[in-house]
């Protein structure tokens, strides 16, 4: 069975310092992958998918079907990333139920 | 524009109440779905519905059922509640052509005294 990993519960950075949240999968195959993010008070929501290969935010990731990553990345965050980040990945074809990681609080302090 | 409502965002119940979680979508989407949030382990799916009556166990259901008599309403029911049941519950949907993209709801946030 597939399996989403991210290692880091909590990170904790400084506005303007670079950032990344890691994503690792256990699938042999191509699959889709996403990052959603929840804000304080807010929805679960969709932050960018790997298909689309856009930056969202700032934030990009990039798909490393060598080392099944798929790491987000901000050059310079802000106070406004602090969230919770979910990386979730989908089997291609009929099933369409994704499996998520356990996520990964951000902070960025003042 | 709220696509994905549920009905109660915060309840208390009592240990073995039946507790019923409603949500509706209004986009037309064939795939619904509950999970559970808690802090530390993630999103974890309850049941998964792809049509109406249709419906797949996710990775925890039990203690849990779901109904799915229309396509825009998906229930969630807790037959007996009981503490270990305390969590949030996030629905969802999707489209099965709007590239696996899911839709989710506010969140209940449900408390079992």
């Known amino acids: 069975a597939q399996r989403v990993t991210q290692p880091e519960k909590l990170l904790s950075v400084f506005k303007g310092a670079p950032v990344e949240l890691k994503c690792n999968y256990s699938y042999s195959g191509s699959p889709e992958l996403f990052w959603y993010v929840q804000y304080s008070r807010q929805r679960l929501q969709l932050l960018l998918r790997h298909i689309s290969r856009e930056s969202i935010k700032g934030f990009t990731a990039d798909l490393n079907k060598g080392e099944t990553s798929f790491h987000l990345k901000k050059p310079f965050a802000q106070e406004e990333d602090s969230a919770m980040y979910y990386c979730?990945?989908?089997?291609?074809?009929?099933?369409?139920?994704?499996?998520f990681g356990r996520g990964t609080s951000l902070i960025v302090h003042p | 524009d709220v696509k994905v409502t549920q009905s109660s965002r915060y309840l208390v119940k009592r240990t073995g109440e039946k507790v019923f979680l409603e949500c509706v979508q209004d986009?037309?989407?064939?795939?619904m779905f509950w999970y559970r949030q808690d802090p530390g382990l993630g999103l974890r799916l309850i049941y998964f519905s792809y049509d109406v009556k249709m419906k797949e166990k996710g990775d925890i259901p039990e203690g849990y059922s779901v109904s799915r008599e229309k396509k825009e309403r998906f229930s969630l029911i807790l037959e007996s509640a009981s503490t270990n049941q305390t969590s949030m519950y996030l629905c969802?949907?999707?489209?099965?052509?709007?590239?696996?993209?899911?839709?989710f709801g506010a969140g209940s946030r449900l408390t079992v005294l």
């Open positions: 969802a949907s999707s489209s099965i052509t709007g590239a696996n993209v899911l839709t």
């Open positions: 979730a990945l989908k089997k291609p074809g009929g099933s369409y139920i994704p499996t």
């Open positions: 986009m037309d989407h064939e795939n």
